[in-house]
């Protein structure tokens, strides 16, 4: 199958990146799910998927190493849509997440779950080399179910494509009105970022040479009401974002974990931070995003609240400063000497203890096809009850955290390597990170 070598098929720095990273063994596969009350058309369905997918590009290729170097090669997607019948929903994250493998399948995989009482869980799981999660977010929960509400009344859906947009994914603007970072701000934020040694999960596996690296436990808990009231007080109030009281609440949660560390270890966790400007509000599925490293020692707060302060304040300077795209360029600048190349990515130094991720303006509504009435929110004949999602584990590193908040609800869910957890575990850590934020809600 012959291809016309569109600029948009050349692999960016980022994509790259997660390819890498899934060779040196980590699980760089993520998922986005609905559970609906009600009835889904899998017909319709299905069509509302390959409709989206016509302006998702990135989503339907597969990548092409018979090149040099390897281009994204579009491929068929008539089987990236399955449906299946069952007696009871399972309970969420109960069923193993299986990886997509981008040599010979597209980077998207859609799974619409039905039981015998009107339960139903649509899952899309997603390569994160195909994009990042507001793209995943993008696809899944406006063009899918856009496309399904119009084919349900009758009209055709409206799909759009600019393909310059995909070109320019891989170029990151500064901030408005920020001069570049020079070499003495890039030289500090790098010494931020890798001083001091990081502190580790120890292994429970036995043998942890036989343990598949993306062999992984999820848990789910929606925190209380009174506890999501107190968060959302303290947002406004303090005028901080949730991302930030997430991150103090993974700091508190690691200072109460089983950690190989010392007073003078570093609890390190990376936070994804999306580069989308507004200029990418159309852009189709795709990687917009850079990385920030938060490291702090136990002795470094005194308080709860004090810990929050910090991390917010070093948050503003990486959202001010656009630091987050710094990593990816500075991977880039050295691709063309893979031994460095190589020493720097396997390096302990950015390997992280944990990540987090925040998605907490997941707010459905009419926009995304939706329909209202006095139960709740529809699409179609089927009432949207739970929104959740899961994040990637890069190599090395054992512990993925993403809080997602939907209308009145947030939930937090934690990803781990079972080479290090079992659900108890991550369970005790969970109820460690909602102490986190009920102290950093609680004192001033």
Request: glycine residues 6%; contains cysteine.
């Amino acid at each position: 199958m012959s291809e016309s070598p569109e600029a948009w098929r050349s692999l960016t720095a980022i994509e790259r990146f997660m390819l890498r990273s899934e060779q040196a063994g980590g699980a760089m596969f993520f998922t986005g799910e609905v559970d609906f009350a009600g009835v889904i058309d899998e017909d319709v369905l299905e069509r509302a998927v390959q409709i989206a997918l016509a302006s998702n590009p990135l989503l339907c290729c597969v990548v092409d190493r018979s090149q040099s170097p390897a281009l994204w090669r579009t491929v068929s997607t008539e089987n990236v849509f399955h449906s299946r019948r069952v007696v009871r929903l399972a309970k969420p994250y109960e069923e193993p997440l299986e990886p997509i493998d981008l040599e010979k399948s597209p980077g998207i995989r859609v799974v619409l779950t039905c039981d015998d009482g009107h339960q139903m869980r649509l899952v899309m799981h997603y390569h994160h080399a195909c994009t990042d999660g507001q793209g995943a977010a993008r696809f899944f929960l406006r063009e899918v179910f856009n496309a399904y509400a119009s084919l349900r009344k009758g009209e055709s859906p409206k799909v759009g494509l600019d393909v310059k947009l995909l070109e320019s994914r891989g170029r990151f603007l500064r901030p408005d009105g920020q001069p570049a970072i020079g070499i003495g701000e890039g030289l500090r934020n790098l010494w931020v970022t890798v001083r001091g040694k990081t502190a580790r999960f120890k292994s429970i596996a036995k043998n942890a040479a036989t343990e598949i690296p993306s062999s992984s436990v999820v848990v789910e808990v929606q925190l209380e009401d009174s506890l999501l009231h107190r968060v959302q007080e303290l947002l406004r109030d303090r005028q901080v974002v949730l991302n930030d009281v997430a991150l103090g609440a993974a700091f508190l949660m690691l200072a109460q974990a089983e950690l190989d560390t010392s007073r003078s270890h570093y609890f390190s966790i990376l936070n994804p931070a999306a580069l989308r400007t507004w200029a990418d509000r159309r852009l189709p599925a795709a990687n917009r995003i850079g990385f920030a490293y938060v490291r702090r020692r136990a002795k470094d707060w005194t308080t709860a609240r004090s810990l929050l302060e910090s991390v917010s304040q070093q948050m503003d300077y990486v959202r001010s400063r656009g630091v987050a795209a710094e990593l990816l360029k500075g991977i880039e600048l050295i691709e063309k000497f893979p031994r460095i190349l190589s020493f720097v990515e396997k390096s302990p130094r950015f390997t992280p203890t944990a990540t987090l991720t925040c998605m907490s303006n997941l707010a459905l509504g009419r926009r995304h096809g939706l329909s209202l009435d006095e139960a709740g929110w529809k699409l179609g004949d089927a009432y949207v009850r739970r929104v959740s999602a899961t994040v990637p584990l890069p190599p090395g590193v054992p512990l993925a955290i993403i809080v997602v908040g939907y209308g009145d609800t947030m939930s937090v869910v934690m990803r781990g390597c079972r080479q290090y957890f079992d659900e108890a575990l991550i369970r005790r850590l969970i109820e460690n990170w909602i102490a986190g934020c009920e102290a950093i809600c609680t004192y001033p």
